[in-house]
């Protein structure tokens, strides 16, 4: 179980943190990615801010494709049986 912080204005000034549960077998690989990361950041190899997605034209076709409830993408036979 990994952790994120929540940007919502609180009487605090740290940030809420609610749990993000990820596949079991990928949390390892998961730590020692953001470990890597902050490495780098240490010896200032890569940039500190991060875009938010890599690619343009697939970040688009992501954001046209139909959801259902909870945000998955719906499949081709989901979509014929809702239209």
């Known amino acids: ?27 390892h690989r998961i730590l020692k990615r953001r470990a890597a990361r902050a490495r780098l950041e240490e010896l200032n190899k890569i940039a500190k801010a991060r875009k938010p997605y890599l690619h343009e034209s697939r970040h688009r ?18 979509i014929v049986i809702e239209m």
């Open 1 to 27: 179980m990994a952790f994120r912080s929540l940007d919502q204005p609180s009487l605090s000034s740290e940030p809420i943190e609610e749990p993000l549960y990820v596949n079991a077998k990928q949390y």
């Open 61 to 78: 076709h992501a954001m046209r494709r139909p959801r259902g409830p909870g945000g998955r993408f719906l499949s081709k036979s989901s």
